[in-house]
């Protein structure tokens, strides 16, 4: 397939244009609103369903094949503060603080961008590892460890770092993923046929409704381009680019799939808005949000779910014949 066609694959699938209605929902100022009760519901579903899933491919999968690729994406993720710190902080001039609170954002990964990457396989008909969901638990943490480690050495300005790592550990996302993944090595295969037809089947359809919230949610910050600037527009836009480089040809090192490859990309491009907000603003609370949260928000997430997917699997193809 051609990159038009596989762009127009990724734009024309359900949670994709749900995700759009959003975003045209508050363009035309719609009194459309998802209720805050109903969107924590449809939260707890997807972070609970991708746990399950993913322990349960775990006990399915040799050992050998997901040890090797879960300890390079931990690595991954724990090495990005590295290189994106000095670019935020030199090139586009962020104050320490700053830097490291969008460095954070950078180095952690977005589950929802991680389904529609498995959406968009799935519409190819491309396999890829079941284990994968159980990596993006483990890639939500590192990354915000060691930007938090950055900041605290550079300036001495942040909350304890085990308050920090606690914060992280007990908010929502991450008790929900990993406590998921826990009950689905336990439970198995056997018991993931259990619960199959409340977690599994009705999951895509969960997924719109969500994503039509995210729409709104995400286009309320458009307003904030002209805060964050030039540098960080860019910046939203090429280093997922590059992230998702990294990350592709690492799973290509590790003798994964293309699929697999490219949803490791993915979630290596990808940009947290949920587990690296609540804890910056605990340990970095003089970071401007409107730095952080725009430039995750509003331009890498809606990058990756329109543009950004079908572009890295084409990219995806320069190592996999």
Known sequence: MSALDLVQLNLLSPPILCFLLG???????????????????LSIYLLLSIGIKGGAAIMASEGSAF?????????????????????LRYLGRLSVVDAGAVAAHYASVSVVTFLAATTFLQALGEPYEGFLPALVALMEVPGIVVALLLVQRISGKSAPLLDSVKTVLAGKS????LGGLLVGIIGGERGLLKVEPFFVAPFYGVLCIFLLEMGMVASRRFEDFGKVGPFLVVFGFLMPIIHALIGIYAGFLCGMT????????TLVASASYIAAP???????????????LTAALAITFPFNLTIG????????GLFFS
């Open 258 to 265: 293309r699929g697999g490859s490219f949803v490791l990309g």
């Open 174 to 177: 991450v008790f929900l993923l």
């Open 67 to 87: 040890l090797l690729p879960m300890g390079v994406a931990v690595l991954l993720t724990g090495l990005m503060p590295l290189w994106t710190y000095p670019v």
């Open 23 to 41: 975003i045209l929902a508050t363009l035309v100022k719609s009194d459309l609103r998802i209720p805050e009760s109903i969107y924590q519901a």
């Open 309 to 316: 997917i079908p572009l890295y699997y084409a990219l995806s």
């Open 278 to 292: 609540a804890t910056i603003r605990l340990a970095l609370p003089e970071a401007n949000p409107g730095y952080y």
